[in-house]
Nanobody, 116 residues
Framework: QVRLVESGGALVQPGESLRLECVAHSALSIAGIRWYRQVVGKTRELVTSISKGENINVKGRFTLSRDNTKTTVYLKMDNLQPDDTGTYFC???????????????WGQGTRVTVSS
């Protein structure tokens, strides 16, 4: 059963921006959320996060935010560089009707490639 779906990954040139999305399905909403980046041959690296009750986190070139329904979170990445290349995964704690549904759910990932 698919609960989280990421999208927005693309091939971009250095200096460009992208906005990734992570959507919760099946009437679920997102409480805590974490975005990770994975490069082939390396472990997943935490990029940024927000906790339940937080709506935005600005960390350098990366802005993590959520919509008012709490079903979608956004990772805006500015001034992308080749080192930002990788597969980006959202990892979330989910709620159903404002009650805890479960912890540590992963999406399938979305690929970001930064290259000239």
């Amino acid at each position: 059963q698919v609960r989280l779906v990421e999208s927005g990954g693309a091939l971009v040139q250095p200096g460009e921006s992208l906005r990734l999305e992570c959507v919760a399905h099946s009437a679920l909403s997102i409480a805590g959320i974490r975005w990770y980046r994975q490069v082939v041959g390396k472990t997943r690296e935490l990029v940024t996060s927000i906790s339940k009750g937080e709506n935005i986190n600005v960390k350098g070139r990366f802005t993590l935010s959520r919509d008012n329904t709490k079903t979608t979170v956004y990772l805006k990445m500015d001034n992308l560089q080749p080192d930002d290349t990788g597969t980006y995964f959202c990892n979330a704690d989910l709620e159903l009707a404002r009650e805890t549904y479960g912890y540590d759910y992963w999406g399938q990932g979305t690929r970001v490639t930064v290259s000239s």
